[in-house]
């Protein structure tokens, strides 16, 4: 069965600070990736996704993800945050041989100072 | 043009009372989800669709009933809630390509409170 694991569960950082989220997945075929964010009182949006070809991805907001097949790994990066980065991120992940089902990670928080 | 529309939004329940939570979305969408977020545990799937007439377990699907009659509707069925249910549960929609390559789209959120 697949699974999602984020590792870091509450990230604190300052403005400019560079960012960088860990995403595991657990499944040997071929995966869909994604990540969202959950700003306080919102709900999920797509912040970036990865199907195919060029392993680096970019998203909204300056967000960019790298995938690593040797690695299992989807991490999420942002050269320099901003207070309004101040969010909930998620790794998602849908197997392709698994037809729609479509599993989340735990979830990290991120707190941004000003 | 509403998206994906979740009603209630929020809902206090007594152990033991049964309610169900309605999705409803305008997208033409093929799959839809059902979602739970309970701090330092994300989100986990409960039950999903991936067409009308058709309902699959997801992580935690124990305690729940879905059903989805009408390809715009995906519903949510606590027959006997429990404290443990309180959550705040998310529905998704998600539009079907070859190989899974679309995002989901999410709805606001019930908040749902046993006591």
């Known amino acids: 069965a697949q699974s999602v694991s984020q590792h870091n569960h509450h990230v604190i950082l300052s403005e400019a600070a560079s960012l960088e989220l860990g995403c595991n997945y657990s499944?040997?075929?071929?995966?869909?990736l994604f990540w969202y964010v959950q700003y306080p009182g919102q709900h999920l949006q797509l912040l970036l996704k990865?199907?195919?070809?060029?392993?680096l991805v970019k998203g909204i907001k300056g967000f960019e993800a790298e995938f690593i097949k040797s690695k299992f790994s989807f991490n999420l990066r942002k050269p320099s945050v901003q207070w309004s980065d101040t969010a909930e991120y998620f790794c998602?992940?849908?197997?392709?041989?698994?037809?729609?089902?479509?599993?989340f990670g735990q979830g990290t928080e991120l707190s941004v100072k000003p | 043009n509403a998206g994906v529309t979740q009603t209630p939004k929020f809902r206090v329940l007594k152990t033991g009372q049964s309610m169900t939570l309605l999705c409803a979305q305008d997208?033409?969408?093929?799959?839809m989800y059902w979602y739970r977020q309970d701090p330092g545990m994300g989100l986990r799937l409960i039950h999903y669709?991936?067409?009308?007439?058709?309902?699959a377990k997801g992580e935690v699907p124990d305690g729940y009933n879905v059903s989805r009659l009408k390809k715009q509707n995906f519903l949510l069925g606590l027959e006997s809630a429990a404290p443990s249910q309180t959550s705040v549960y998310f529905c998704?929609?998600?539009?079907?390509?070859?190989?899974?390559?679309?995002?989901?789209?999410f709805g606001q959120g019930t908040r749902l409170t046993v006591v």
């Open positions: 998704a929609s998600r539009p079907p390509t070859s190989g899974g390559r679309t995002e989901a789209f």
């Open positions: 499944y040997g075929g071929t995966v869909n």
């Open positions: 990865y199907f195919s070809g060029d392993p």
């Open positions: 998602a992940v849908n197997a392709r041989n698994q037809g729609g089902k479509l599993i």
């Open positions: 997208m033409n969408h093929e799959y």
């Open positions: 669709s991936v067409g009308e007439g058709t309902t």
